[in-house]
């Protein structure tokens, strides 16, 4: 995994002692969390509102926290610490912080590009971004979880790849062609019906007559109310994935959150997340990269 700096300097990978960069379906799409040795030369550049710049990603990312953890070494005449830091990509980084006071977005009839614009995002459009009828973000409050709940009443998420953002319905993740077939790896399976039913509800809501409108009801899981919904819109709010196994395979930067992965047993997984490691040994461990993923099925 190769990190440069905003001035297009490139990090030693002896001072990179692990880096993880993730790819999630959510608002915020795209995470690194790295341990790097600093000098006198990196320091000012690793601090927070900083940017890295990270192999595999076309868009640099925010450092939003600085953590030091204080270990001390001398290699000649200079001297290192260590830090870990935390990054989001900075086209969608203003998202995740809570709204300021003069600054609530309320929106009608627009798209979803248009909310996280307004919100902050520094983004061109987002392909197949659906209609939003409706988006209130108030002071104090976090764009992130409004633009969930819009995504969860559309039955898809946001994906990244390439620096550009992608709105794509579950039903559809699990119908593309597989970017890997996995015939080779180490897994962990997560299977049990009984908490999918405690954890994804079905919704009702109610009509203009007073009665109600219903949501799928196929299985006996938990109730919610969804006010001043549309029975399209309940069905996709009951429609997710639930993670089925977590892999880990050879290191593979080209897998993303949202792709679709076969299974030696021909099945389809869709991949939840993709956490790509690299260990650089620096402080005496293995060397190791390697890519784990979380795959879910429809639910």
């Not at 204080?70 to 830091?85: K, M």
């Not at 794509?168 to 597989?178: A, L, V």
């Amino acid at each position: 995994m190769i990190l440069k700096l905003c001035n297009g300097t490139q990090i030693r990978g002896d001072m990179i002692k692990v880096a993880t960069l993730r790819s999630d379906l959510a608002p915020v799409p795209e995470t690194l969390e790295a341990e790097i040795r600093i000098d006198d030369e990196l320091k000012p550049h690793l601090v927070q509102g900083g940017k890295i710049k990270v192999s595999g990603s076309e868009t640099p990312h925010r450092i939003i926290k600085v953590e030091d953890i204080t270990q001390r070494a001398s290699q000649s005449h200079r001297h290192y610490g260590l830090v870990r830091i935390t990054t989001l990509i900075d086209n969608v980084h203003a998202l995740a912080f809570l709204r300021k006071p003069g600054a609530s977005v309320i929106m009608e009839c627009v798209s979803l590009t248009c909310c996280y614009k307004a919100c902050g995002a520094t983004i061109g459009a987002i392909k197949n971004a659906p209609p939003v009828p409706r988006f209130t973000c108030m002071v104090g409050d976090t764009p992130t979880f409004h633009i969930a709940r819009i995504l969860q009443e559309n039955g898809g998420s946001i994906r990244a790849r390439c620096g550009s953002l992608e709105f794509m319905r579950f039903k559809d993740m699990g119908c593309q062609k597989e970017r890997v077939t996995i015939s080779d790896a180490i897994e962990d399976k997560m299977s049990s019906g009984f908490l999918e039913r405690h954890e994804v509800p079905w919704f009702f809501s109610m009509k203009e007559n007073a009665g109600h409108e219903m949501g799928k009801t196929c299985k006996a899981r938990s109730v919610r109310f969804a006010p001043i919904r549309k029975a399209c819109t309940l069905n996709n709010m009951s429609t997710t994935l639930v993670l089925e196994k977590a892999v880990r395979i050879d290191h593979n930067e080209q897998i993303y959150a949202g792709d679709a992965v076969k299974l030696p047993d021909g099945r389809k997984l869709v991949v939840m997340t993709a956490a790509h490691t690299f260990n650089s040994g620096t402080d005496g461990s293995h060397n190791n990269q390697y890519t784990r993923l979380w795959l879910g099925a429809l639910a």
